[in-house]
């Protein structure tokens, strides 16, 4: 199985500040028929279901602020959160869907600093 | 509106089963491939099983194979979880999700609880 890995588990933000995080796979997400990863970010905000952020490592879902970015590809991703709101405070998963059992990394929290 | 609602959820004893529906609305529910999803307290996302739109392929993760069964009914627009010999490990919030053709999951249900528990 695909072991994703997300760093760190918790981050303390100031309103305002970019914050990045990580999410690497154990073996490449990158399908060379097409030249997509197959990986997305979910973000989690207390008491609430997780949301799609971001499908294809980078495209952004409709509707999701164009401070929240994606970018890597093959085994290293990052989520990059250009100012971040107060809105903005969950926990952001990575989740592999190129394997067929899919795989979610343990989540970063953002939290107030 | 596009949604997805859980249903089943409670409170059991080691050993015994359990069934979880999901019931789709606002979409062709026999578009898609469907997953389930679960989240123990306090902890992260688990992925469970998958079934795709015309039943064709169903996979499980290794922690419930043998044990909980996937399926769903395209005519009723519904999911289903059928979990047996429950263990206090499976304790958790139970999603259902909508599956896109790439994988990712664009909608969740608000989830079902599960507690396994004497």
């Known amino acids: 199985d695909i072991v994703m890995t997300q760093t760190p588990s918790s981050q303390a933000v100031s309103a305002g500040e970019k914050v990045t995080m990580s999410c690497k796979s154990s073996?490449?997400?990158?399908?060379?028929?097409?030249?997509?990863?197959?990986l997305a970010w979910y973000q989690q905000k207390p008491g609430q279901s997780p949301t799609l952020l971001i499908s294809?490592?980078?495209t952004r879902e409709s509707g999701v602020p164009d401070r929240f970015i994606g970018s890597g590809s093959g085994t290293d991703f990052t989520l990059t959160i250009s100012s971040v709101q107060a809105e903005d405070l969950a926990v952001y998963y990575c989740?592999?869907?190129?394997?067929?059992?899919?795989?979610f990394g343990g989540g970063t929290k953002l939290e107030l600093k | 509106e596009v949604q997805l609602v859980e249903s089943g959820g409670g409170l059991v004893q080691p050993g015994r089963s359990l069934k979880l529906s999901c019931v789709a609305s606002g979409f062709t529910f026999s578009n898609y491939g469907m997953n389930w999803i679960r989240q123990a307290p306090g902890k992260g996302l688990e992925w469970v099983a998958y079934?795709?739109?015309?039943?064709?392929?169903?996979y499980y993760a290794e922690t419930v194979k043998g044990r909980f069964t996937i399926s769903r009914d395209n005519a009723k627009n519904t999911l289903y979880l059928q979990m047996t010999s429950l263990r206090s490990e499976d304790t958790a919030l139970y999603y259902c999700?909508?599956?896109?053709?790439?994988?990712?999951?664009?909608?969740w249900g608000q989830g079902a609880s599960v507690t396994v528990s004497s």
């Open positions: 989740e592999q869907y190129y394997d067929a059992l899919w795989t």
């Open positions: 073996q490449s997400l990158l399908y060379s028929e097409n030249k997509k990863n197959y």
């Open positions: 999700a909508r599956c896109r053709t790439g994988g990712d999951m664009d909608v």
């Open positions: 079934i795709s739109s015309g039943r064709s392929y169903i």
């Open positions: 294809w490592a980078s």
